[in-house]
């Protein structure tokens, strides 16, 4: 095995990307696979619902900050300028300079057409690629290749095939109730009798209206040559730069098609080593495909991975995770920023969390329900939504799910699921119900009490479910770690949460009873226990806290709860908040995270602006530093509770109102009470994904406060926030970046948390 750069790669037997021959005689057409009985009559609605016309396309007008925007405003075009070689070889180019690069209207895919037209349909949405070279990421995590679009004249073919099989359906229907007209002795076909409706219009005239039976001949809509893409992007999940994949083409969007992967027959060098995924500096490992094994299950510690939306980059290196977020930041910056502010040089490595599995303190799995009722149906799929097909990944599809057979033991409760118990976790996660949601036993980026909690709440939901207690409508179910010190004031009430299920003989005997399904399963009135069981709870020692900690998991949105951070200033502080409002997720990466913002705050800071601060995490943290140089603190929060508990954390925590204060409102609102002096005062921003107010940010700049620390969930928000901030407002000219920097709060996932330092410029 060797590698091979960049430069090199045209001198490297790299596989030609190359497309499976459509044979529409051999898969099942779009229209069939959903066609559950028989012939169709073609006069029923359901034949007439499957020649749709004039279905529109859904609107694209959306946030250029959110992942769509910024894949059709930055990463797609981008992909199409840096990868203009790529498009040439699947155009046939040879001389590359011949043309100019593709732009986003180039690669539009008529999904008018598509949608309303079932041989169109069948064309964009069966097609099997072969070596497709994956050449980036999205910001969302998914690989993303360009590939050859659908011919002319295969569209023509598949709308022929559909049209044939079509009027064949027609003829067969009409054969078989001729024959059962014969049977029954009915020898002549009644005609057609020509229906006459009489509509009232305005002004009461009558007016004839002919009822017209819907057609016989099926529906064909004419597609212009001239409306086709020249290529097309395809967003792959579980795929990485350098990867080279069969994929199979399964849904069209205006911008992009969906697709899954068949199998890999080159694998990225950032599945073997610790080096950069960079588009701009892809390196290659050559190996001989013969020899590759496609990517197993157990590869990774999640039963679930390549099938469940969460957590996709399981596959590859911690280290390369941690340098993706990077990129994914300088992309953001470079995306919205450009040239016009100075960035470059800026952006330093991402900061790891401490865990890497088991860091997340909340989860919310779901079911859904059908709107036809429950009645007759089994226990739904409680866990998280599909990603990918994972067809790759060998899941035996069509196994018979067998209800008896033993769920997963949580008595020895061990961070990887043993080996030879992942198999059935990923088979049982398919088993058949309504709905686009994954079976979901155990998620092992959850903290261990609350993938205990998980395990209860899935038997409550089942012995329920099975008592006749249903929801009428799909439920989400919140986990939330609650964590005690069992020796304080008042700790025994605190002590609640997800109790274990007993069993009892009722649980297979299922009624119809349609009660509404409240999720309260939190009270700790121990008359319940017989029925519910102890409530579940770990207790723990934990480094800096005297006595045992106490860990529940809470289902109930609007109990109470506590987290115990380090605030790694030198105390661990106890903050409570409403379980279902926003609270870090990630507690073990909290003590760097707060010290990190503290410091970039400057140590000639005395006042301080928490803005966005919900129930006061940072305000109260930097406040009580054992170091105490800060004067005065004050949050600003849009959420009543989260103020009232942003208040009550302080008081909690041995801090006066005098010293640290909260408002309620909007966060602009702070201006009209705050005196602090501007050079003395450092602003931390922390904004939901959707960032900052521009009202709030001119307002920011000419209260011109020293330094400002911007902690934000969403980059590309962030940058467009600092561009505006630097370049529009009043005094933004007299600040800089000095620095930005990703915290990985979700290992294993796509997201990160950006912090942007922005300082006043020296004189
Ligand atoms: C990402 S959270 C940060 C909370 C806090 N800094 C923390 O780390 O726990 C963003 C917070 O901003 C609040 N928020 C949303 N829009 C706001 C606005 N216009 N003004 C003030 N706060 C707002 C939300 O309620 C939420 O609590």
């Not at 029923?44 to 499957?50: D, Y």
Request: aromatic share 8%.
């Amino acid at each position: 095995m060797s590698i091979i750069t960049n430069s090199d790669k045209s001198n490297m037997n790299l596989p030609i990307q190359e497309e499976v021959e459509l044979n529409i005689n051999e898969k099942p057409s779009q229209q069939e696979k959903h066609k559950k009985k028989g012939i169709l009559n073609p006069k029923s609605n359901a034949a007439k619902r499957k020649r749709p016309t004039h279905r529109k396309p859904p609107r694209s007008d959306f946030d250029p900050t959110s992942p769509l925007g910024v894949l059709t405003s930055f990463e797609i075009p981008n992909m199409l300028k840096n990868h203009h070689e790529k498009v040439c070889q699947i155009l046939g180019i040879k001389d590359f300079k011949s043309i100019e690069p593709l732009t986003i209207n180039d690669i539009i895919n008529p999904v008018r057409d598509i949608i309303n037209d079932v041989g169109v349909l069948d064309a964009f949405n069966w097609r099997e690629l072969k070596n497709v070279e994956v050449l980036c990421m999205s910001a969302k995590g998914d690989g993303l290749a360009i590939i050859k679009s659908p011919t002319f004249e295969n569209i023509l073919k598949c709308q022929n095939e559909a049209h044939e099989k079509e009027k064949k359906e027609i003829e067969e229907y009409k054969e078989k109730i001729k024959k059962e007209r014969i049977e029954q002795g009915i020898l002549e076909e009644e005609e057609e009798e020509e229906k006459v409706n009489n509509v009232k219009i305005d002004g009461g005239i009558t007016k004839k209206r002919y009822y017209r039976p819907p057609t016989e001949e099926p529906y064909r809509r004419i597609v212009k040559k001239e409306n086709l893409p020249k290529v097309q992007i395809a967003i792959i999940p579980f795929a990485f730069p350098g990867d080279f994949v069969n994929i199979k083409v399964y849904h069209t969007n205006t911008h992009y098609v969906d697709a899954e992967i068949i199998e890999f027959t080159h694998l990225s060098p950032l599945r073997f080593k610790n080096i950069s995924g960079r588009s701009e500096d892809v390196v290659k490992i050559d190996i001989d495909p013969s020899s590759l094994k496609p990517i197993k299950p157990n590869d990774v510690p999640c039963a679930y991975f390549g099938i469940c939306s969460g957590c996709q980059y399981q596959s590859i290196s911690y280290e390369n995770q941690l340098e993706i977020k990077k990129e994914v930041i300088e992309n953001a910056y470079q995306h919205f920023c450009r040239d016009e502010v100075n960035w470059k040089g800026k952006i330093f490595d991402t900061v790891a969390s401490p865990l890497k599995y088991g860091y997340r303190t909340k989860l919310t799995p779901h079911y859904d329900v059908p709107r036809s009722g429950t009645k007759g149906l089994g226990v739904p799929r409680l866990g998280f939504g599909f990603r990918g097909k994972g067809s790759w990944l060998e899941i035996n599809k069509n196994k018979k799910y067998d209800e008896n057979e033993p769920v997963y033991d949580n008595s020895k409760l061990e961070l990887y699921h043993p080996l030879n118990d992942r198999k059935g976790m990923r088979e049982r996660s398919l088993k058949p119900y309504f709905g686009d949601v994954l079976d979901i036993e155990d998620c092992i980026i959850g903290t261990d009490i609350v993938r205990l909690g998980f395990i209860n709440e899935r038997e409550r939901l089942k012995k329920d479910w099975n008592r006749g207690i249903r929801s009428k409508k799909g439920v989400t179910v919140l986990l939330r770690e609650n964590s005690v010190i069992n020796n304080e004031e008042g700790s025994e009430e605190r002590i609640f949460g997800s109790r274990e299920i007993l069993k009892d003989n009722d649980d297979d005997n299922v009624n119809n009873n349609d009660n509404n399904n409240n999720n309260n399963h939190d009270d700790d009135n121990t008359d319940n226990e017989e029925e519910e069981g102890p409530i579940t709870k770990l207790e723990i020692e934990v480094d800096g806290i005297d006595g045992i900690v106490t860990k529940t998991c809470v289902t109930d949105n609007q109990k109470i709860v506590s987290d115990l951070v380090d605030t790694g200033l030198g105390r661990i502080l106890r903050f409570d908040f409403i379980a279902n409002e926003f609270f870090q997720n990630n507690n073990s990466i909290l003590p760097k995270v707060i010290k990190y913002v503290k410091d970039n705050l400057g140590s000639e800071m005395e006042y301080l602006v928490d803005a966005y601060c919900g129930s006061g995490l940072f305000s109260v943290a930097i406040a009580s530093s054992i170091d105490n140089q800060v004067k005065k603190v004050l949050g600003v929060e849009i959420s009543e509770r989260a103020v009232e508990f942003a208040k009550k954390n302080a008081i909690l925590n041995n801090i006066s109102q005098e010293h640290c204060d909260f408002i309620c409102g909007k966060a602009e609102k702070l201006f009209e009470k705050i005196d602090f002096p501007k050079n003395k005062t450092g602003v931390i921003l922390d904004p939901p994904r959707k960032g900052c107010d521009d009202v709030f940010l001119k307002q920011l700049s000419d209260f011109e406060p020293n330094r400002i620390v911007y902690v934000s969930c969403n980059v590309h928000s962030q940058a467009r926030d600092v561009k505006y901030f630097l370049n529009e407002t009043n005094n933004g000219n007299k600040y800089e970046i000095e620095s930005i920097r990703g915290f990985d709060f979700f290992p294993q996932t796509h997201h990160v948390e950006s912090v942007a330092v922005l300082v006043k410029k020296a004189n």
